[in-house]
């Protein structure tokens, strides 16, 4: 089955009564990375990731009829409070782009409110979260204004395939726990298109992990994910790395089935230090850690030594370092982090987080 979503039937022909909806939707974590893309926003090879409780995005949408404008997409964006028109053409190419899955949106004048729980400039990306509220939002206002996607699952697999077209780890973010995405042989009703639920086939343990984020640089990276997407297609290890990710994948999710933490966690600092490699292999080649995301690794992996505690690191395309560790030793490691780890962090900070339970409507 082939699903597209493009539906020249969604267009209101009654009057537009006035609204406004709201979706607060979570960052996530990829244990097995997407990195690498094809086509229209299609992974070259299935990604895992928890899904994060604090780190979120919270979006209101206030939609009334346009009145007449040459714009095909009527909207003004505001980031924290105030108008930002980088945002704003961000968005208005988004939604442009997906005018075939939603016509509704050229009839709409839209005011977008958006925020970040986690600070700005805090080198978190912030796509998977702002993209996947959006698309929640798109998707409430179908099912508001035309009574579709009641039931449940088809409207969380409509809003992770839109999230997709905006931001490929956007499509994980609307599912609590877990998701993955990509089409692999051992992962059941899996796709390139959508991602899937996986709470239902992991081991408890993983549903209380904690995911502390220290902010070894909270700069701007100078090397964009899209970019660094892009520059796989010239790297000569792409294709062993396919496969090593396919294989990875089927390797963690047996280890999440059965609650295997140290399989999880030796995968999980095998894929972090894959991606840098490939970063560190791409032609332009660039390094995105720093000194102090080289001497937290460090520390983490003697740290585990020497107290046999299960903490294990991973890291997004930039330097901040995810420690990841299950809830029995949350105590013991907070010590640790406070005062061997968060000296390393820009301003002292480390953001905190755990698995959640994902995107949530709030209006
Ligand atoms: C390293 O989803 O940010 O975080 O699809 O171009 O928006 P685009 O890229 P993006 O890439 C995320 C890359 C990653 C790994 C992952 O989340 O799987």
Redesign the pocket.
């Known amino acids: 089955m082939q699903i597209d979503y493009k539906n020249p039937e969604l267009t209101v022909t009654s009057q537009i009564e006035p609204k406004e909806i709201a979706w607060q939707s979570p960052s996530n974590i990829?244990i097995i990375?997407?990195?690498g893309?094809h086509g229209r926003?299609l992974p070259r090879n299935p990604?895992i990731?928890l899904t994060l409780n604090e780190a979120h995005t919270r979006t209101e949408i206030s939609y009334r009829a346009k009145v007449a404008t040459d714009r095909p997409i009527d909207l003004e964006f505001y980031f924290d409070g105030k108008q930002n028109p980088a945002f704003a053409n961000k968005i208005e190419r988004f939604f442009t782009s997906i005018i075939d899955i939603f016509p509704f949106l050229g009839q709409l004048k839209l005011v977008i409110h958006s925020s970040n729980s986690f600070p700005h400039s805090a080198g978190i990306?912030s796509?998977?979260s702002a993209m996947s509220a959006l698309s929640l939002c798109l998707c409430t206002m179908e099912q508001e204004l035309f009574g579709t996607l009641q039931d449940k699952n088809e409207f969380l697999r409509k809003a992770s395939f839109v999230s997709r077209l905006g931001?490929?780890?956007?499509c994980r973010s609307v599912y609590p726990v877990a998701a993955a995405w990509g089409t692999s042989d051992h992962l059941e009703g899996s796709s390139d298109l959508f991602a899937i639920d996986c709470a239902s086939t992991i081991h408890p343990i993983f549903k209380k992990f904690h995911d502390d984020i220290l902010l070894i640089s909270k700069a701007e990276k100078s090397v964009s994910?899209?970019a660094g997407?892009g520059l796989m297609d010239g790297n000569v290890y792409a294709a062993p790395r396919y496969q090593q990710a396919n294989d990875r994948f089927k390797a963690l999710l047996e280890a999440m089935k059965t609650g295997d933490v140290a399989q999880f966690g030796t995968l999980a600092e095998q894929e972090a230090l894959t991606?840098h490699a490939l970063m560190m292999t791409s032609n332009p080649a660039y390094v995105l850690m720093t000194a102090n995301s080289l001497k937290a690794i460090r520390l983490v992996q003697q740290y585990r030594k020497d107290t046999g505690n299960p903490l294990y690191f991973t890291l997004?395309?930039g330097p901040n370092l995810h420690l990841l560790y299950p809830d029995s030793v949350a105590d013991e490691v907070s010590t640790f982090v406070n005062d061997a780890l968060q000296p390393l962090c820009q301003d002292g900070d480390v953001l905190k987080d755990v698995v959640g339970e994902g995107a949530v409507r709030y209006l």
């Not at 931001?167 to 956007?170: E, F």
């Open positions: 990829a990375k997407y990195w893309k926003q990604s990731s990306a796509s998977a931001s490929g780890s956007a994910s899209t997407h991606l997004d395309a």
